[in-house]
């Protein structure tokens, strides 16, 4: 019986100790595990050390743990400084709108990428020192084995560079703004201004002259196209109404060409002006004009043509003379007639 519990036992505690080859099972299984928990610890390592990204570890009441050497270079600060403040009390990042992301990460265990701030740690009231900066920062939750949040690491970027960038670049932007601002109302005052020299110049290039009681000059220089030729007919008209004009010179002397279309533009003148009991007289012909008429039938009919200005003036006033002795000379035998109304005896024969 003795013999038998012996054996027993003895089996038991050879199929309950490992042997040597399963140990070296789990020891070969331990080591290929640690192998490839190293990697990320070196990953993190040298993201930690690399001195390019500032990073800072909480605990799940967000009390900081651990800062790297980059986060005090970019705050001026220390781990010591920063043992009494909390992330999740912080009045900056509330007042920035940011504190409901920061929840997020402590409570609900989820990544998130805070907005850029302009974080200043003096205004902290358990701080009071450092530097303020632009930075751009993210959470990173660490869960335990449960799913707890345990730790939450926070990177930061500093963007006070980037920011002085769109800061310049506004600021650029609003120079050339102003800048092209100033020379569109350059370019308006300077298109007013030619714009009033045009009208100036339409109104110097149609002159309508007063010559004499009731007689209109209008001495036309350089090329006459349709704008020109309306412009031509709607101060002349004006004109004609204004001054209860009988006779208008019109002078083409200084016209040097004009074509079919503007010989059409002036006969319309000649036409429009005796509408309104006005006629016309047609100075300065050139024989290069004279031919254009004839070659398009476009003649002056009952339209007085005359070599000069001068000329149409003499003529006009002669034309006034004459007709003024005539109705003087009518008058005279009308008067001579009221006197002697009664026939004169003829001489009797002897």
């Given at each position: 019986?003795?013999?038998?519990?012996?054996?027993?036992?003895?089996?038991?505690?050879?199929?309950?100790?490992?042997?040597?080859?399963?140990?070296?099972?789990?020891?070969?299984?331990?080591?290929?595990?640690?192998?490839?928990?190293?990697?990320?610890?070196?990953?993190?390592?040298?993201?930690?050390?690399?001195?390019?990204?500032?990073?800072?570890?909480?605990?799940?009441?967000?009390?900081?743990?651990?800062?790297?050497?980059?986060?005090?270079?970019?705050?001026?600060?220390?781990?010591?400084?920063?043992?009494?403040?909390?992330?999740?009390?912080?009045?900056?990042?509330?007042?920035?709108?940011?504190?409901?992301?920061?929840?997020?990460?402590?409570?609900?265990?989820?990544?998130?990428?805070?907005?850029?701030?302009?974080?200043d740690p003096v205004q902290a009231d358990t701080l009071q020192k450092g530097m303020a900066r632009w930075v751009a920062s993210s959470l990173h939750p660490i869960s335990d084995a449960e799913g707890n949040v345990a730790e939450v690491l926070q990177i930061h970027v500093d963007v006070g560079e980037l920011k002085q960038s769109e800061d310049e670049l506004?600021?650029?932007?609003?120079?050339?703004?102003?800048?092209?601002?100033?020379?569109?109302?350059?370019?308006?005052?300077?298109?007013?201004?030619?714009?009033?020299?045009?009208?100036?110049?339409?109104?110097?290039?149609?002159?309508?002259?007063?010559?004499?009681?009731?007689?209109?000059?209008?001495?036309?220089?350089?090329?006459?196209?349709?704008?020109?030729?309306?412009?031509?007919?709607?101060?002349?008209?004006?004109?004609?109404?204004?001054?209860?004009?009988?006779?208008?010179?019109?002078?083409?002397?200084?016209?040097?060409?004009?074509?079919?279309?503007?010989?059409?533009?002036?006969?319309?003148?000649?036409?429009?002006?005796?509408?309104?009991?006005?006629?016309?007289?047609?100075?300065?012909?050139?024989?290069?004009?004279?031919?254009?008429?004839?070659?398009?039938?476009?003649?002056?009919?009952?339209?007085?043509?005359?070599?000069?200005?001068?000329?149409?003036?003499?003529?006009?006033?002669?034309?006034?003379?004459?007709?003024?002795?005539?109705?003087?000379?009518?008058?005279?035998?009308?008067?001579?007639?009221?006197?002697?109304?009664?026939?004169?005896?003829?001489?009797?024969?002897?």
């Open positions: 019986m003795l013999v038998t519990e012996h054996a027993d036992r003895k089996n038991m505690e050879q199929k309950t100790t490992p042997t040597i080859t399963e140990l070296e099972r789990e020891i070969d299984a331990l080591r290929r595990r640690v192998a490839e928990l190293e990697a990320p610890a070196r990953r993190y390592k040298a993201l930690l050390d690399g001195g390019i990204v500032s990073m800072m570890i909480y605990d799940g009441e967000s009390r900081v743990l651990e800062v790297n050497r980059r986060w005090e270079q970019l705050w001026s600060l220390s781990l010591r400084d920063v043992a009494g403040w909390r992330l999740l009390k912080d009045e900056q990042v509330s007042a920035n709108g940011s504190m409901p992301l920061v929840e997020r990460a402590f409570l609900r265990g989820e990544a998130t990428a805070l907005p850029t701030i302009r974080y506004r600021a650029q932007t609003a120079q050339l703004e102003a800048a092209i601002a100033e020379r569109t109302q350059r370019l308006e005052e300077q298109l007013r201004v030619s714009e009033e020299q045009k009208r100036a110049i339409a109104v110097l290039s149609t002159p309508v002259l007063r010559l004499w009681d009731g007689i209109l000059a209008l001495p036309l220089i350089g090329q006459i196209d349709a704008e020109r030729a309306a412009r031509i007919l709607e101060v002349l008209l004006q004109a004609i109404v204004d001054t209860q004009a009988e006779h208008v010179i019109i002078d083409v002397t200084g016209v040097p060409f004009m074509d079919a279309e503007g010989a059409r533009h002036l006969r319309d003148t000649v036409r429009a002006s005796s509408l309104l009991g006005a006629q016309c007289v047609i100075a300065g012909i050139s024989p290069a004009m004279a031919r254009l008429l004839i070659d398009c039938d476009l003649g002056f009919d009952g339209v007085p043509i005359v070599a000069s200005l001068q000329d149409g003036l003499r003529r006009l006033l002669s034309s006034r003379n004459g007709d003024r002795a005539t109705s003087v000379a009518g008058a005279v035998a009308a008067g001579a007639q009221r006197r002697d109304p009664a026939p004169r005896d003829e001489p009797r024969e002897r």
